[in-house]
């Protein structure tokens, strides 16, 4: 492909040679002849004076020595390019010998299903469909087309999967969620016939885990992404859109809005309402609904910029007993 | 079956029309025709105008509309309807053709063992027992009667489980360990020779891990009830009855009391020692034992009414020190 | 094998009957004739009293009634004689027929590969490798001589592990890392096209996730020891000999030192640096790069004495306003 071609591919503006051949992206460190790399922002431009790539991906008004795609998002042109250069493997591999596949079960057209994977009775998987070595789907799932299940992901019974959704390896979709009723000294499980909903277009982290609900629906809504290890509660709404980062845990029975953002480790009560588009901060813990959008952080939810000013006090609170004792003794004295 | 049979057997008290039909539980939202609901609080009483159940269990001195039953602990009776009116599947599958067990293992009768599941050596699996597609059960294990062992559990070599235990897939058992010794810039890895014991009744959620003992035994007592991602380390003891929730780590070598509760992501150091009865508050570091009973939270674990007042105080640190300032300036003026 | 001989294996001073037969470790508990057993610390001596072991390893200076193998670090010679002593298995179980492996991919000699393995298309694994049941290997893949890869374990395409390396059940390594770009109201995935090196004598725990590069490498050092349920982000460098405990969230781009030790729980922000020898207390957050060696704590890292202080008047926050209102008071009528 020559970078005019490409420069049109991903919707951005041609600087410098045309002509030139690219056939693969790489890092600024790692580039050389026929690679495109990446550079966002003015302070990396050095970097490619060492750099042999052919060309670079960059944004507006940032000028560099090497032939550019300028764009007005650079990443977003950068992961197109990724995308056309580098195209996933996508070739259907066909059903393999060894899949166990209930022949009540469905299969679109397309689909690859890899060595070991069991398929129970009553599914629907669409067209397209990657199921990866020994994923497990329950019985009476329905998986939308063009998704992409990695290996050993789990699905239990009655699980409904969106479109173009990836589920990373190791994922649990609709185990039992955590509701025990208590009487004397024992604990009752509180069985769970509710199923999880995950809308089209989610992705969601290795060995992360949704838990089905006790009745109705765990619904996981179009667009939302899930890091690695985090744990969402049976019950739980997470509106569209939102991202989710590493190790979070949402509790059970919470209403996430749409455009909502966690960083890591981020805990969430049970019951808890997030308004659309709030952002929190990792190892954010929300213990109270949260109805206005903006930034919070803290182990109790607070906006951000309280938040900031509580931890200054908080790091000068040795030096504040001080100067306390010493208007104390001050006060003392006047006293006298 | 009829709502007067339904009362009878889930312990509650019929409140109206006991020849009404009952083929389900339903949330209030979804419920229609032959459907029981819930309803466990005055407030979520008018709820029920708009909803078509044929009926609603619910606690004492709760008046509805519709038919009822009232019981002491609704939740407790709202579990038992689910479980006579949705049973779970239980019928035995028997043996897959794809199964690996080794010859030397002994399986009780009526066990459903899935597709791709192997089971080492020597293993004495209980009656009634199932594991579903792809577990993997090392040398030497026992499992109880009843229990069930969802997809993709690993369980390694010597593992003890009790009776009617639920492990959620993707849960491992018996993994070595977290323990090295530093010799000079080098770790030299602490052999892990013991096992893990799991008591009856237990239920551990998907992708939990439990490490097993350098010497002796890390012990889950009977009916405790651990959610998902959690990490137990080795050589700890968790006593009868505890609950823990999501994302919790518990450090090697602690010694959990019975009835302990934990909420989500709360860390454990080790060699701790946790009271009977102990109840901490998500996120809850704890870094020295615990003796006495009661409900404690915070970085430093402290009694949570200590807990809230210190982030009273947090919260207003930067008031505090603009007061502390103001102070300080009439305490010079008064100097001169 | 008699003691005098296991003294001299494990680098230790005899002290007593160099007769003794010895055939196993135990601890102190649970140990009988023939066991040797373990007491790091003078103030475990009176443990021994009841103790049957036939001999003990303990630290220089320590004196007990019992036979005794004198060591610098006790701990160290104790992992030697459970080595000695209790060898794992190691024996070469040979290829089991289940196993799916590509015809294009190279065994080294004597590798045990269990039931239900699957490894793709163009691997290299090297002598004495133990893959056990149901791991997935991808395409592309090279696992250095003498690694153990637990059941289950998932390892994407291309990825390379070094030698000597212990993988536990469930372990995720290469997943897309997780990096979408924002445009409008959706946000489009990053591919990743990078892999995953883990170096030699690496230990990564049950359930964790290393991600794989956008482009290049996510590096794990040689010697580094994971713990279970640890989340390292894409592009992340952890340098050697570092040490992460259990529940652990690295993001991406971040640059660890040698010898770092995390604590349980610690989370860190992207594209962060720590210097070689820094040790993070559990829970610690780490939001600005470490520079300077030491121990840090809190929820935005903080050299840990400093951290100790806040956190004391943290505590004494409620009585300081109390204080500070006396003051206020006092001033108030001086005033008058």
């Known amino acids: 492909?020559?970078?005019?071609?490409?420069?049109?591919?991903?919707?951005?503006?041609?600087?410098?040679?045309?002509?030139?051949?690219?056939?693969?992206?790489?890092?600024?460190?790692?580039?050389?002849?026929?690679?495109?790399?990446?550079v966002d922002s003015k302070s990396r431009v050095p970097d490619l004076d060492a750099c042999s790539a052919s060309a670079v991906i960059t944004g507006d008004g940032i000028k560099t020595n090497l032939s550019a795609i300028e764009a007005d998002i650079p990443a977003l042109a950068f992961a197109m390019a990724l995308e056309i250069l580098h195209p996933a493997g996508g070739k259907?591999?066909?059903?393999?010998?060894?899949?166990?596949?209930?022949?009540?079960?469905?299969?679109?057209?397309?689909?690859?299903i890899g060595p070991y994977v069991t398929i129970g009775g009553g599914c629907e998987i669409g067209d397209r469909v990657t199921?990866?070595?020994?994923?497990?789907?329950?019985?009476?799932?329905?998986?939308?087309?063009?998704?992409?299940?990695f290996p050993r992901v789990v699905i239990y019974d009655g699980s409904i999967i969106g479109r173009n959704v990836i589920l990373h390896a190791?994922?649990?979709?609709?185990?039992?969620?955590?509701?025990?009723?208590?009487?004397?000294?024992?604990?009752?499980?509180?069985?769970?016939?509710?199923?999880?909903?995950?809308?089209?277009?989610?992705?969601?982290?290795a060995n992360s885990c949704v838990d089905r609900a006790v009745l109705d629906e765990t619904v996981i809504g179009d667009g939302v992404k899930i890091?690695?290890?985090?744990?969402?509660?049976?019950?739980?709404?997470?509106?569209?859109?939102?991202?989710?980062?590493?190790?979070?845990?949402?509790?059970?029975?919470?209403?996430?809005?749409r455009n909502v953002v966690m960083g890591g480790q981020v805990g969430i009560a049970d019951h808890i309402e997030i308004a659309d588009g709030v952002v929190l901060a990792a190892k954010t813990g929300v213990t109270a609904s949260i109805k206005k959008p903006g930034v919070y952080g803290g182990s109790f939810a607070q906006p951000i910029a309280e938040w900031r000013k509580s931890h200054v006090a908080y790091r000068?609170?040795?030096?504040?007993l001080r100067r306390l004792s010493r208007l104390e003794q001050k006060g003392e004295k006047v006293e006298k």
Not at 15 to 35: F, H, P, Y
Not at 234 to 255: D, K, M, P, Y
């Open 170 to 205: 190791g994922a649990v979709i609709g185990a039992d969620g955590f509701r025990f009723v208590e009487h004397g000294n024992e604990r009752k499980k509180m069985p769970h016939i509710g199923i999880v909903r995950i809308g089209d277009d989610v992705e969601i982290g």
């Open 1 to 38: 492909m020559i970078l005019s071609e490409l420069a049109k591919a991903v919707g951005g503006v041609l600087r410098g040679d045309g002509n030139l051949e690219i056939d693969r992206c790489a890092s600024v460190r790692n580039a050389g002849t026929g690679a495109i790399t990446y």
């Open 227 to 257: 890091d690695n290890l985090v744990q969402v509660g049976h019950n739980t709404v997470i509106g569209e859109n939102s991202v989710i980062a590493g190790s979070c845990g949402i509790s059970g029975s919470c209403r996430i809005g």
């Open 92 to 112: 259907a591999d066909g059903i393999h010998q060894t899949a166990v596949i209930d022949p009540s079960s469905k299969l679109g057209g397309e689909c690859s």
């Open 131 to 149: 199921i990866r070595a020994s994923a497990v789907i329950g019985e009476g799932c329905r998986i939308g087309g063009g998704s992409v299940i």
């Open 316 to 320: 000068k609170g040795s030096e504040t």
